[in-house]
């Protein structure tokens, strides 16, 4: 028996009445093979959406901020890790030459690469319209900011500190605990570490039993949805709506719970941190990216939960926590009940597994800032250790300065850990403060045609990837822009009858 479209996700708006049979399509299709898994679901963003933004602070009170914060909460692991033998300075203008110790406060990375607003505003080439991309390193938002030998000092209210022999990976921001003393020169000679999810090793990959019905959970970034929408986008979303025509690819996307779009959904013609042009065509061609998404997720809506992420190219202010994408430029989609806004980061609870999302600037951030470099899982890891997410301040990475809390610690560690944008697919298992995390570096689909189905059972990690050869691919991109603009054509006929 197929089931009603309005009994599964209530819809209403102006497009009700052609997404109701798109919508009975979809299901009908879906219905001769399997009725797709239903699991509890819980969103927890709610820290990462801001209710009032205000920027009368500077960025000074996110950090002091954090660092009250994590004092509290890095008293009990140091205790845990070092015992009572060691003394802990509650300020570092306490210290005292060559006095074993434990200081706490938060590090500042001097990075060797990165161009200076105050070095350059001399040159002949300054442009003050510019500012925010000229002082970007020029080969790409990707390019390292730092050399091995950078120096990292700790500071807190009362002073600063240079770190010497500090041998883990370190970035601005980080608040964590040194051991060690102070030599003759007033440098903090370190012997050890101690940050708010402090261990962190590999484990052996996981029991590969499972009901052969197991939920998934699908993981997409950097759709990259521009004037067109491509093919490999095409095929996705056919799989996703098991509408190939295979039973063994229905069967499997049937058992799909929630689609997840981790940032990138939308090929903005711009980089982040450029200057918009007011220009109408560009503006047009803006508009035109949006509708298609648009079109694309209200295929999936009748049948599939899914949750929109935000990311550096969307249609959102770049400001991290990046706000939901707005209602209004989802005008088919949000008609669906079965459809989430999100921020980025993103938090929920799926089948009893806690998710925790980004769409990548804060990983890219922390691997500008090391070197030598390290894979993404690494610089995953490394966030999830230090307790903070991201940085969140005015570098590389903009964002709002908080002077309330701080969303970006990392108080409880998620079960799966996805990180989108990235180079290339990685996945890794690690114990991290004592619990066994799943590390999903995901690749932009644009670019590898490749997305992740999470096993909410087993947390094993299945790719999937969709890719289209040659000629056969450029034609039926032309058929595809043809049917669009077909559609396009009709909405705005009736918008004109209403």
């Given at each position: 028996?197929?089931?009603?479209?309005?009994?599964?996700?209530?819809?209403?708006?102006?497009?009700?009445?052609?997404?109701?049979?798109?919508?009975?399509?979809?299901?009908?299709?879906?219905?001769?093979?399997?009725?797709?898994?239903?699991?509890?679901?819980?969103?927890?963003?709610?820290?990462?959406?801001?209710?009032?933004?205000?920027?009368?602070?500077?960025?000074?009170?996110?950090?002091?901020?954090?660092?009250?914060?994590?004092?509290?909460?890095?008293?009990?692991?140091?205790?845990?890790?070092?015992?009572?033998?060691?003394?802990?300075?509650?300020?570092?203008?306490?210290?005292?030459?060559?006095?074993?110790?434990?200081?706490?406060?938060?590090?500042?990375?001097?990075?060797?690469?990165?161009?200076?607003?105050?070095?350059?505003?001399?040159?002949?080439?300054?442009?003050?319209?510019?500012?925010?991309?000229?002082?970007?390193?020029?080969?790409?938002?990707?390019?390292?900011?730092?050399?091995?030998?950078?120096?990292?000092?700790?500071?807190?209210?009362?002073?600063?500190?240079?770190?010497k022999g500090l041998q883990a990976p370190m970035v601005t921001g980080v608040v964590g605990a040194f051991r060690g003393m102070m030599n003759a020169s007033g440098d903090f000679e370190v012997s050890d570490t101690c940050f708010l999810h402090d261990s962190v090793k590999p484990t052996a990959c996981a029991s590969s039993a499972s009901s052969p019905?197991?939920?998934?959970?699908?993981?997409?970034?950097?759709?990259?949805?521009?004037?067109?929408?491509?093919?490999?986008?095409?095929?996705?979303?056919?799989?996703?709506?098991?509408?190939?025509?295979?039973?063994?690819?229905?069967?499997?996307?049937?058992?799909?719970?929630?689609?997840?779009?981790?940032?990138?959904?939308?090929?903005?013609?711009?980089?982040?941190?450029?200057?918009?042009?007011?220009?109408?065509?560009?503006?047009?061609?803006?508009?035109?990216?949006?509708?298609?998404?648009?079109?694309?997720?209200?295929?999936?809506?009748?049948?599939?939960?899914?949750?929109?992420?935000?990311?550096?190219?969307?249609?959102?202010?770049?400001?991290?926590?990046?706000?939901?994408?707005?209602?209004?430029?989802?005008?088919?989609?949000?008609?669906?009940?079965?459809?989430?806004?999100?921020?980025?980061?993103?938090?929920?609870?799926?089948?009893?597994?806690?998710?925790?999302?980004?769409?990548?600037?804060?990983?890219?951030?922390?691997?500008?800032?090391?070197?030598?470099?390290?894979?993404?899982?690494?610089?995953?890891?490394?966030?999830?250790?230090?307790?903070?997410?991201?940085?969140?301040?005015?570098?590389?990475?903009?964002?709002?300065?908080?002077?309330?809390?701080?969303?970006?610690?990392?108080?409880?560690?998620?079960?799966?850990?996805?990180?989108?944008?990235?180079?290339?697919?990685?996945?890794?298992?690690?114990?991290?403060?004592?619990?066994?995390?799943?590390?999903?570096?995901?690749?932009?689909?644009?670019?590898?045609?490749?997305?992740?189905?999470?096993?909410?059972?087993?947390?094993?990690?299945?790719?999937?990837?969709?890719?289209?050869?040659?000629?056969?691919?450029?034609?039926?991109?032309?058929?595809?822009?043809?049917?669009?603009?077909?559609?396009?054509?009709?909405?705005?006929?009736?918008?004109?009858?209403?």
């Amino acid at each position: 028996m197929i089931q009603s479209i309005s009994s599964m996700f209530p819809i209403e708006g102006k497009y009700s009445e052609d997404l109701l049979s798109i919508g009975e399509h979809a299901i009908k299709g879906q219905n001769q093979v399997e009725q797709r898994a239903e699991v509890p679901y819980q969103s927890d963003f709610e820290p990462y959406v801001n209710k009032e933004i205000s920027f009368n602070k500077q960025y000074n009170t996110l950090y002091e901020m954090r660092l009250k914060e994590m004092r509290s909460l890095l008293g009990d692991v140091v205790k845990q890790k070092w015992g009572d033998d060691v003394e802990v300075l509650k300020e570092i203008r306490l210290l005292q030459p060559n006095t074993e110790c434990v200081i706490i406060g938060t590090t500042y990375k001097e990075l060797s690469l990165f161009k200076s607003i105050l070095n350059d505003k001399s040159s002949s080439a300054f442009n003050p319209q510019l500012i925010g991309t000229q002082f970007l390193p020029k080969s790409s938002l990707q390019a390292t900011l730092s050399q091995e030998n950078d120096p990292v000092v700790l500071e807190d209210s009362t002073t600063r500190v240079l770190l010497k022999g500090l041998q883990a990976p370190m970035v601005t921001g980080v608040v964590g605990a040194f051991r060690g003393m102070m030599n003759a020169s007033g440098d903090f000679e370190v012997s050890d570490t101690c940050f708010l999810h402090d261990s962190v090793k590999p484990t052996a990959c996981a029991s590969s039993a499972s009901s052969p019905k197991a939920p998934r959970l699908c993981c997409v970034s950097g759709l990259g949805i521009g004037e067109t929408i491509p093919l490999p986008c095409h095929l996705l979303f056919e799989f996703l709506a098991a509408q190939t025509g295979f039973v063994e690819d229905a069967k499997l996307s049937a058992r799909i719970v929630r689609v997840v779009l981790v940032g990138n959904s939308v090929a903005m013609p711009r980089l982040p941190f450029q200057r918009i042009r007011q220009d109408s065509k560009e503006i047009a061609r803006t508009l035109q990216c949006v509708e298609n998404l648009d079109l694309l997720l209200a295929r999936l809506l009748p049948t599939t939960p899914l949750t929109v992420v935000p990311g550096a190219s969307d249609p959102t202010p770049i400001l991290v926590p990046q706000q939901p994408l707005h209602a209004s430029l989802l005008q088919r989609s949000v008609a669906f009940s079965s459809l989430e806004r999100a921020p980025n980061p993103y938090a929920a609870t799926v089948a009893g597994k806690r998710v925790l999302m980004t769409a990548g600037q804060n990983v890219q951030d922390v691997l500008r800032q090391i070197a030598p470099a390290v894979s993404a899982t690494e610089a995953m890891a490394l966030t999830l250790q230090w307790g903070t997410l991201a940085r969140g301040a005015e570098l590389s990475v903009a964002g709002i300065p908080y002077d309330t809390t701080d969303p970006f610690i990392v108080r409880q560690l998620p079960d799966v850990y996805v990180v989108g944008n990235q180079a290339a697919l990685e996945v890794e298992r690690r114990v991290i403060g004592g619990k066994e995390v799943v590390l999903i570096a995901l690749p932009a689909f644009s670019a590898t045609g490749e997305a992740a189905l999470v096993n909410l059972e087993t947390l094993e990690v299945e790719p999937i990837r969709f890719e289209v050869e040659g000629a056969e691919k450029k034609e039926m991109e032309v058929e595809e822009k043809e049917e669009e603009e077909v559609v396009i054509d009709e909405d705005i006929a009736n918008e004109d009858a209403e």
